[in-house]
Each structure stands twice: as structure tokens, then as C-alpha cells.
């Protein structure tokens, strides 16, 4: 009865089948997902090798790299970056000597850096050009303020600063009036006239020369003969002053002699003038 009972029994419940089928679906979904990053990974690891490598650039002043848009390049061929080239250029707005920005003795275009120097340095640009171009400077007479007026602040003889509205007489340069100049005194101008310095022809600014040739460069770039004022290689002016260029010969011997020895001093004067030429080559920054 016992066995008869057992054999009609239904069969127990397999309660370790679900468990088995579980781990074995783990397993595939485990094996499916890890498949699926494998390829990811191939994936984006083909992608990053396929992007092309930046080039990057070294400014020829603090010698960072830097990535091809943060620099540009000058027509000497070297890169400046943003910072170096906002001081280059306003180093120019400060010095006119400095003036035009160059690099390697060559001028480097408005045009070529306007995104870089930004809107407000390139207008101050523009201006700083129509002051160095200007044959007849005039500047506010207004001895605070002293801004460089522009052409089409002009009218007639009257030029209107546009910081301080100060009106100024652009033939003596002094605070406008009507009628005739009158020739104030002015103390730089007769010193000037006394130790006989020169006026640069553009600008009107006073030159003095101490030592070397009568090859004058102004602030300005204007080359002149200090003899007589005129442009450089106009007139048949000496080269150099015999007065100045015995001073030289004496200071050149009184580098190395305590004692100084007129045979000496006559022999390097005698060099100096079988010298043709300037000393300096020009004003290559």
C-alpha cells in the first residue's frame, strides 16, 4: 500500500531548476554586456586614433606651446602668443621708436592680428598710424592732457581735442586765438637755439646729439643731417663732427688707459674718420 501510494504520488517539486536557470541567464547577459563594452571600447579607442594630433606652436618670446588658433604667426615665420603680442604692441603704442610692431627688422600687419588684440589696441593702432604719419602733429595745447589730435578733429586752423575739447591753434601749436600767430618764449626752444640742437623736419620734436655721426634718427623714424636739418643723403655734409669725434677717440682710449696718450688718442681719431660709414644699421627690432 505504501509503494502503491509512493507510485501514484505526484513527483516532488525540483526546487534547484529555477535557481540553474537563473545563474546560467546571469551568466549569458554577464558574457553579452562585457562583449558589448569590448566592442565600445575597440570602438572609441579607433575613433580617438582616427582624430588628428594638434599641432602645437612655441611663441619666440616666453617659448610656451601653444594649440594653432591661441598664436599667430608673424612674416618672419615666428609664432607669438596672445600675451607676448599684446605686449609687443603695446610696447609700440607707448614708444614711437617702437613703432610700427616688427619682428626680426619686419613689420607685422594690423590685419594679421586684429582677433588676437582685440578691437580697442587695433583702434588705438589705427590712430597711433595717422599720429606717425602726420607730416604736421599737432597735440592738445592743454598741458594735462597733451592727446594727439586728429586729422578730422582739424578744421582750418583750429584743431579740437576729442579727450578734452581744448582748442588749439595748429600753425604755432599753442591754445587757438583768431588772428595772427604770436611767438610765445618758450624755455626748451632757447635752449634749444643756444647748444644749437636740431628739430626733426616731421614731428617739430628737439634732437640733441652727443656722440657718434651726423646720421640722425628721430622718434619718429625721420632720418636727417644734424648739420644742416635736411633729409638724410640730401646734402654734402661731413659725415661726422671732428669736435665729437675726437671725443669718441678719447673715451674709446680711456676704456683701457688710465693715462691718456695724445699719440693715441690721434691714432684712433684717424681710424674713425677712415670709416665711410654709420656705426648703427637703423632701428632693427
Not at 89 to 111: H, K, N, T, V, W
Not at 198 to 215: D, M, P, Y
Not at 238 to 260: K, Y
Request: with cysteine.
Amino acid at each position: 500500500m505504501a509503494l502503491r501510494m509512493g507510485g501514484s504520488a505526484a513527483a516532488p517539486e525540483n526546487r534547484s531548476s529555477p535557481t540553474i536557470y537563473q545563474q546560467q541567464m546571469c551568466q549569458m547577459v554577464e558574457r553579452t554586456m562585457a562583449e558589448d563594452a569590448n566592442i565600445d571600447l575597440k570602438g572609441s579607442i579607433a575613433e580617438n586614433a582616427d582624430e588628428p594630433k594638434q599641432d602645437r606652436f612655441e611663441c619666440v618670446i616666453c617659448r610656451e606651446q601653444f594649440i594653432f588658433f591661441k598664436v599667430i604667426r608673424a612674416p618672419c615665420s615666428d609664432y607669438y602668443c596672445q600675451d607676448c603680442l599684446f605686449q609687443l604692441f603695446g610696447a609700440a603704442l607707448r614708444d614711437d621708436s617702437l613703432f610700427p610692431p616688427r619682428c626680426c627688422g619686419i613689420s607685422i600687419p594690423l590685419d594679421h592680428v586684429r582677433t588676437l588684440i582685440g578691437s580697442d589696441t587695433s583702434r588705438r593702432m589705427e590712430e597711433k598710424t595717422l599720429e606717425i604719419n602726420d607730416a604736421s602733429r599737432t597735440y592738445c595745447s592743454k598741458r594735462t592732457c597733451s592727446a594727439y589730435i586728429l586729422p578730422c578733429q582739424k578744421q582750418g586752423s583750429c584743431g579740437t581735442c576729442q579727450v578734452c575739447e581744448q582748442k588749439t591753434c595748429i600753425r604755432c601749436k599753442e591754445e587757438f586765438h583768431q588772428g595772427k600767430c604770436v611767438q610765445k618764449w618758450n624755455p626748451v626752444v632757447r635752449m634749444a637755439q643756444v647748444y644749437g640742437w636740431k628739430r626733426c623736419a616731421k614731428c617739430q620734436n628737439i634732437v640733441e646729439l652727443s656722440t657718434g655721426c651726423n646720421h640722425t634718427t628721430c622718434r619718429c623714424r625721420y632720418e636727417f643731417c644734424y648739420v644742416c636739418a635736411k633729409k638724410w643723403q640730401t646734402c654734402r655734409c661731413p659725415l661726422r663732427d671732428e669736435r665729437r669725434l675726437l671725443d669718441r677717440a678719447n673715451r674709446i682710449v680711456a676704456r683701457d688707459n688710465a693715462v691718456l696718450e695724445a699719440a693715441v688718442v690721434n691714432e684712433v681719431a684717424e681710424m674713425l674718420r677712415q670709416r665711410q660709414e654709420c656705426d648703427h644699421q637703423g632701428w632693427m627690432i
